[in-house]
């Protein structure tokens, strides 16, 4: 009895156990968890009172220009000095200043030209940890590589904590052409999942040949087997910079956008003590600036391709530590891939990984990687766009033809790769980022990327408190960022590092259904309502308040200033207002992302835009006139077809410009004839 008794638990021993560890697998897979970014809002939306009142949030205000210009000038005074004075206002400078501030800080940041002006708002709008790392890190054992990725995951949970409305979720999907390439690859992008965990979404997954399709359409069938889809995230990176440096600006941080650094000041000791700074604002208006001396206890270099121009005003014999590769990225119609699924292609022609990914409406494709030379605006060479179309094709259906004429914009963004300058082997590059701190006491930050900026911040300010014994404390009577009573955001700030917490403007009222609201308030259209929530978050209430209105049935307010885009009105009266927007092209470029998506409709736009600037900023015509020329010559970086840079105001007012010579006039049908012959 007992033996035949074994025998039956031997023989159900095996198959209970596998659907134990599979139950559980899958409750594991399956199982109720907060996902970040699918949080809801952390305030509730504004709703009619008792009385019949709609009451909106009661935002912050961010100091004006002057006023921070005049907070600048007082810091002469010992009582005055800043602790801390950021030089860059890209992703990390703002990043500093954030930090800092939220440390109890006395912080000033300053940017000669705009807020995510360089490298920052012309990345590949990724929120990553970065696949190709991952297979570095496995192939060639290397814990550098591997600690880069864990790193960059846990950055990317916190994008999507403290910013929702400016980042996402994106599947990404990974074409298998050979059988033998299946089990490789979901072995990576499982060990991908592993090393997100709780900073994941949800699994990588297989896809027959046909749901591939079905997913991507424009997906080329020869020689297709099947594909893998794994999850990262997405962002809009210039609206998120402004953000972060508005979000310091709420704080207290005395934030200034086109003001130069042009010398650093030493005491008696040969240590820093401040900088020299001009406002470049007057001179566009005809106006003389006189120099601002600001004191500061520590002086950080935060200008990404620029590193080595500040550092050389501390030393003009110091070693130059940055190697620039140059990223060229181009724009094609949303029709060219699906709007929730992006394509990645992990070994290029000459094996580089080469991304494919909605955005905005329309696909970005990129990117390069080649040594540049440093200037402000870079030109996209034809070589790096042709080359970009061409391994585009090769995963495309051979019916969509790749047409160059297809291309609504192109940029090159310089990627600033460091050298340790302390190292060694002083050639070689460094892996993630690098904090150092000269002779003199500047803090030089570089390196890294856009999903580890948070961290490279933390790190240069955790390195600044110690170098100049700075003086770190609770924040007392924080602002009340969201708006409303419901959160205090100063009960988290300690005096420690607490950037990982610290919702941006505009994250604390989001959610997914707040463009309704939008709609039924302010009668916005459906596509405006997702656009100003997704890119101002709780702050599209301020915006479509300041949207004039259309005296039409529907919409009610909000006029385009782009027929083929959602961007409005009350968005330039926004920027100029809330986010320190000075030129046509800080709105164009960093504030919508119009000159991004598509230049031709930038160039199309730009007399509205300078209009309604002109009323909100009292420009005069020779203002206009300058933003008009230098607004044009911006465009030729971001892909105006050369025809249009010739183009005049009056011409482009009036329809006049001339088409006919373009490669996007020639490639459509623009005759009345029946497009097939019939017999």
């Known amino acids: 009895m007992s033996s035949r008794l074994a025998r039956g638990l031997r023989r159900i021993a095996l198959p209970t156990t596998i659907a134990a560890v599979g139950g559980g697998a899958l409750l594991y897979s399956y199982r109720p968890r907060n996902i970040p970014g699918f949080e ?177 359409p424009m997906l080329k069938k020869t020689d297709l087997v099947g594909a893998l889809v794994y999850y990262d995230g997405a962002h809009n990176d210039s609206r998120m910079n402004v953000s972060i440096a508005m979000t310091a600006a709420v704080y207290g941080a005395t934030v200034l956008n086109h003001a130069e650094v042009t010398g650093l000041i030493k005491n008696d000791r040969g240590k820093l003590c401040g900088a020299q700074v001009k406002d470049l604002i007057p001179e566009r208006n005809g106006k003389k600036s006189e120099p601002i001396t600001v004191k500061a206890k520590c002086i950080v270099n935060c200008t990404g391709p620029f590193t080595d121009s500040i550092r050389k005003l501390d030393d003009q014999d110091c070693k130059e530590i940055v190697a620039p590769a140059s990223g060229v990225h181009v ?167 607490q950037t990982h917490n610290v919702r941006l403007v505009g994250a604390h009222g989001f959610s997914k259904t707040l463009f309704i609201n939008l709609i039924q308030h302010f009668g916005v259209e459906t596509e405006v309502a997702k656009h100003l929530t997704e890119s101002y978050g709780d702050r599209a209430w301020t915006v479509a308040a300041m949207c004039k209105p259309t005296d039409l049935r529907f919409p009610a307010r909000g006029e385009r200033i782009s027929r083929l885009y959602p961007f409005v009105d009350g968005e330039i009266r926004y920027a100029i207002t809330n986010e320190y927007a000075q030129t046509a092209v800080d709105i164009l470029a960093r504030r919508t992302r119009l000159a991004f998506l598509n230049a031709q409709a930038a160039l199309e736009c730009l007399p509205k835009i300078i209009d309604i600037m002109s009323q909100e900023l009292k420009w005069d015509r020779t203002r206009q006139e300058r933003e008009w020329k230098d607004t044009v010559a911006f465009l030729q970086s971001m892909g105006l077809p050369e025809p249009m840079l010739t183009a005049t105001r009056a011409q482009v007012e009036k329809g006049k410009l001339d088409f006919s010579s373009s490669l996007e006039y020639k490639m459509y049908s623009r005759h009345d004839k029946p497009p097939v012959a019939e017999e």
């Open 331 to 497: 724009i094609l119609p949303g029709y060219y891939s699906p709007s929730n699924m992006g394509l990645i292609d992990p070994s290029t022609s000459d094996g580089r990984v080469i991304f494919f990914l909605p955005w905005q409406g329309n696909t970005i494709a990129g990117t390069t990687d080649e040594p540049t030379k440093i200037s402000p605006n870079p030109l996209p060479d034809e070589k790096s766009i042709q080359w970009i179309l061409n391994e585009v094709s090769h995963y495309l259906s051979p019916d969509i033809s790749v047409r160059r004429g297809d291309v609504l914009a192109a940029w090159s963004g310089i990627r600033p790769l460091v050298k340790d300058p302390k190292a060694k082997n002083t050639e070689s590059l460094v892996r993630n980022h690098l904090v150092d701190i000269s002779e003199s006491g500047l803090v030089t930050c570089a390196g890294g990327k856009w999903t580890t900026y948070r961290q490279m911040a933390e790190d240069c300010v955790d390195a600044a408190v110690k170098e100049f014994n700075l003086p770190t404390k609770p924040f007392v009577n924080a602002p009340r960022v969201s708006g409303t009573a419901y959160i205090d955001d100063g009960a988290i700030l300690n005096g420690t590092c």
């Open 40 to 216: 809801g809002a952390a305030v509730p939306p504004p709703i009619y009172g008792a009385d019949g009142t709609f009451k909106l949030p009661r935002f912050p205000k961010v100091k004006s220009r002057d006023e921070q210009i005049a907070e600048l000038k007082n810091s002469n005074s010992e009582e005055q000095e800043y602790d801390m004075l950021v030089i860059g206002g890209g992703a990390t400078g703002a990043g500093v200043a954030l930090d800092a501030v939220t440390r109890g800080l006395k912080v000033a940041v300053v940017e000669r030209d705009d807020f995510s002006s360089g490298t920052s708002s012309k990345s590949t709008k990724l929120v990553h940890g970065g696949v190709r790392y991952l297979e570095k890190a496995v192939w060639n054992l290397d814990y550098n590589q591997y600690e880069l990725v864990k790193e960059a995951l846990k950055e990317r949970k916190y994008f999507l904590q403290t910013a929702p409305h400016l980042s996402s979720w994106l599947p990404i999907m990974l074409p298998l052409d050979k059988w033998w390439k299946a089990p490789y690859y979901w072995a990576g992008t499982k060990f991908y999942d592993f090393l997100a965990g709780s900073e994941g979404i949800e699994s990588s997954y297989f896809l027959t040949r046909s749901k591939a399709l079905d997913a991507f």
